[in-house]
């Protein structure tokens, strides 16, 4: 199951995840464009291939395995997701 994002991001959007990630599956990232129309960053659920990388770059302890994820910030899982469904 894949990583997913939480609502610590929306404070920071630190972004070593970014740099953590082998599969660049972490958007939107500082550099691109839509940076700043976000409040968080996201993690593409069919990109990512779970190898939880990104879980200890963050500063804030945003980021959860899919199954892991806390009970008050699971729709964080549709959330990420969302940000991919083209
Ligand atoms: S778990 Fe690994 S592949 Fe998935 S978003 Fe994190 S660093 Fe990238």
Known sequence: MPYVITSPCESSRDGS???ACPVDAIHPSEDEAEFGSHPQLYID???CIECGACAPACPVNAIFAHQE???SMQSYIEINAAH???
């Open 17 to 19: 995840c970014v740099d």
């Open 69 to 71: 994820v806390p009970a």
């Open 84 to 86: 991919y469904q083209r």
């Open 45 to 47: 659920p069919l990109t």
